[in-house]
């Protein structure tokens, strides 16, 4: 059964069959690759009982989503099939949802088929790195089975995007990309949408820091903004360090980002994150007074 997902409301709340995101305070994505050749950890998660220890680690710690990948979606990345995608997410998922009743999932997938199958077991929300490019049954897909959904930018596909990437402006070019695809996903009838811009995916370093800088000009679509930046080489380049060490980098913009409106932070350090939400909330409340108190 799939879930019913009602409309984003005036206080900002994103409802789950009694789940709540509360879209007002930024929340956490927790990061589970299903993949033996993701960029920082592949492999990592094979053993279903170390999963679910670091799902609940995760949950403990304050994330609102888990968000499941079996293919990587990499730079120079291929495309597995869907009949190994299914076999390495299925399992794990049923699994999942089965300890985790209450946790939000969402499924990062471009395929409508794997969509079907991941809401069968009980994903809520579909996290589509192409934004419905690579599968044009996604959007209708998606809104048949009532599930929420996650448009992200990105040139061509993990393969060829960062083979080149050109933009005249690429902050008004991602920008008018989000404007047609969120009247098509609304006409498709998905209830809720969120944005990602897609750092990393079809961009060079500069185009990645100009989207960035102008993260702000996303919010007139009136729709949360996703940011996932995690230890990518947006990062690594600029402090000249490995995915293992770009753990503070990844800090450093979520904080950037949370300051220019992104509403949802998907990370693989959810202890951290969860730190910059805080004293991001902090600062845009000034509420400091109440930690003397403490």
Known sequence: MSKQVTQINSK????????????????VMSIVNLTPDSFHDGGKHSNHKKLLKRIEKDINLG????????ESSRPGASSIGIDEELKRLLPPLKLIRNTFPEIIISIDTYRSQTAIAAAELGADMINDISGGELDKKMLETVAQLKLAYIAMHMKGNPKTMQKNPTYKNVTKEVTEFFTRKIKACKASGIKNIIIDPGFGFGKTIEHNYELLSNLEQFKRHKVPVLVGVSRKGMIQ????????????????????????????????????????????ELLKNKKWHECEKQ
Not at 12 to 27: D, W
Not at 63 to 70: E, N, P
Not at 253 to 269: C, E, M, P, Q
């Open 12 to 27: 900002n709340v994103l409802r789950f069959n009694g789940k709540i995101i509360t879209i007002s305070k930024p929340s």
């Open 63 to 70: 994330c609102s989503i888990i968000d499941i990948g079996a």
């Open 237 to 280: 380049k600029v402090v000249d360090c490995s995915a293992k060490n770009a753990l503070n980098g990844t800090s450093s913009i979520n904080t950037i980002a949370l300051l220019k409106g992104a509403s949802i932070l998907r990370v693989h350090d959810v202890k951290e994150a969860m730190e910059v939400v805080k004293i991001v």
